[in-house]
């Protein structure tokens, strides 16, 4: 059997991925493309993950995609429904036809002279080798580890005679019912986890190394969910998509602007929700600004209900090490545990972990700048979807799947298969992502470069991207166009990557 020819190639199957493959279907009709996912279901995130109470961190009205409204009533909705919402998509769109479940591609080469990707797939539980090529790469990987998140080495681990769970990996005969447990960190997952543990444990302890920025919001959006039942179903979803994302920029712009009046905002709002529990507001109080790592948000302020019951508590402190029976803490103080929960973090992983090749050499994604967010300076034919650090992932994924499709369009018209952002020779590099936060800093050599002006550099803001996005010339002379070259071929000023 020969290899199989494709127009398009989309790595992954999850929010991006199904996206991706409905803007193909809707604005590049003629073209033939294939989804592969790695794992043996579609739904990425929303599938792995597995932990009690997990949910996103987003509204829908905004991690919703532009082409299907979200109706259900909750708008910080749970795995579950938002897994259901991406499967629907596929079915409506009779995507499942092109999907390919467990085939992981581990490395992409570009041949100048043939002007197309070949990849290399790993095929079943069995990792059969094969071989696919296509004329353009549109990676949807997301832009983490799925088969670990991150592991601390504790000293002392192996002496706990309890059971020590990572979210990422939640064994399902867990019961957690009666248990004395320990969740490690203070991100989204740890402050996910807790309420929906304290609901059945004995005990629940939030243990963190420093406190992060908490923030409250109804789970549901009543003037979304009137609007749903007396306007027409999209013009209501647009209404409430646009009022989320001004309403999201607005606090990221004050966040950035006025640090001391926002975390004035926020603590307010913790000593609030914390009620007679304001002896447990000093936990909540970082030493950083709002948004120099991400603000967690708790619907109907969950966890805030925990901790007032008394079912759940926070402590602040450095671990010393694991013990027999639960933690010691350098403070002198024990925690007693029969189960610890390592919500520690994730581990970032740029594009899958596939290598990508031009003509024979190896791209390494930190010598590259990144244009518009969503392609590599040098790297011929290949896009990828890489969401907003302040706001929901999707709307970026949405309107990178539109420019994608606008790229493949012109490049049909004009009859040129290749396009190449070049990057100029005074492009200063600058950081990916501009955060703090420890499994950013962990992970930035193993991504791109941003530049210090545009279109290289990120605006991280959805309304000046739309205005970007949308009325953009493709043909803007810094992404370039042009027939096959052999390997090195200097043409029109295009050069391979070096």
């Known amino acids: 059997m020969g290899i199989e020819q494709l127009d398009v190639l989309i790595v992954g199957g999850g929010l991006s991925g199904i996206g991706a493959g409905v803007h193909l279907k809707q604005h590049c009709p003629g073209h033939s493309f294939a989804i ?34 979200w109706t259900r009533a909750k708008a910080i909705a749970d795995g579950p429904a938002i897994l259901s919402y991406i499967e629907e ?20 080469s570009w041949s100048g002279a043939n002007a197309r990707w070949l990849v290399d797939v790993e095929v079943g539980p069995e990792r059969t080798l094969r071989q696919i090529s296509a004329r ?3 990676l949807c990987t997301g832009y983490y580890r799925y088969e670990q998140g991150h592991a601390p080495a504790f000293p002392g681990a192996a002496d706990f005679q309890g059971r020590i769970v990572h979210p990422q990996h939640w064994p399902q005969d867990l019961d957690h019912r009666g248990q004395r447990m320990v969740v490690i960190g203070s991100g989204a997952t740890a402050v996910t986890l807790v309420p929906s543990l304290a609901e059945q444990a004995a005990q629940v302890t939030m243990l963190q190394r420093s406190p992060t920025y908490v923030l409250a919001r109804p789970g549901s959006d009543r ?22 994302v001004l309403m999201q920029m607005l606090f990221y712009k004050l966040s950035r602007q006025r640090p001391e009046m926002m975390k004035r905002y926020i603590l307010k709002g913790v000593a609030r929700a914390l009620g007679p529990r304001k002896d447990l507001l000093r936990h909540f109080e970082p030493s950083y600004k709002p948004w120099d790592q991400r603000v ?12 007032r019951s008394g079912k759940a508590e926070v402590v602040t402190d450095h671990i010393e090490r694991f013990t027999a029976t639960g933690i010691q803490l350098k403070s002198g103080a024990h925690l007693e545990a029969d189960v610890i929960v390592t919500a520690t973090g994730l581990d970032l992983l740029a594009f899958g972990g596939m290598d990508i090749v031009v003509d024979g050499k190896v791209v390494k994604p930190r010598r590259t700048f990144s244009y518009k967010g969503m392609m590599l300076s040098g790297v011929p034919n290949l896009a990828y979807a890489f969401g907003y650090t302040n706001a929901s992932w999707t709307l ?21 298969p290749v396009a190449t ?36 550099k990120m605006h991280q803001n959805y309304l000046l991207d739309v205005l970007a996005f949308k009325g953009h010339n493709v043909d803007d ?21 070096a």
């Not at 990425?44 to 991690?63: A, E, H, K, V």
């Not at 479940?101 to 490395?107: D, P, S």
């Not at 003037?223 to 989320?244: C, D, H, Q, S, V």
């Not at 994924?397 to 040129?416: F, I, P, R, W």
């Open 396 to 416: 970026k994924a949405d309107l990178t799947s539109e420019l994608v499709c606008k790229v493949l369009n012109h490049m049909q018209k004009t009859g040129q």
């Open 223 to 244: 003037l979304a969910n009137w609007m749903n039942e007396t306007l027409p179903l999209k013009l209501a979803y647009g209404i409430t998509r646009w009022k989320n």
């Open 36 to 69: 592969l996912e790695g794992r043996a279901a579609i739904g990425g995130t929303w599938d792995l993950f597995r932990y009690p109470g997990i949910r996103s961190d987003s509204d829908m009205y905004t991690l919703g995609y532009a082409f299907k409204p």
């Open 421 to 456: 952002p070049v990057a100029p020779a005074d492009l200063k590099p600058e950081a990916l992502l501009d955060f703090t936060s420890g499994y950013v800093l962990r992970s930035l050599n193993r991504f791109p470069n941003q530049g210090n002006r545009l279109p290289w």
């Open 477 to 497: 002379g810094t992404l370039v166009f042009s027939q096959p070259v052999a390997a090195g071929t200097d043409q029109a000023g295009l050069k391979r990557a």
């Open 296 to 307: 967690c948000l708790v619907p109907d302020a969950d966890l805030f209900k925990a901790l």
């Open 89 to 108: 998509t596929a079915r409506e769109h009779d995507l499942e036809r092109h999907v390919r479940l467990q085939h992981r591609v581990v490395r992409s």
């Open 136 to 138: 353009f790469l549109y």
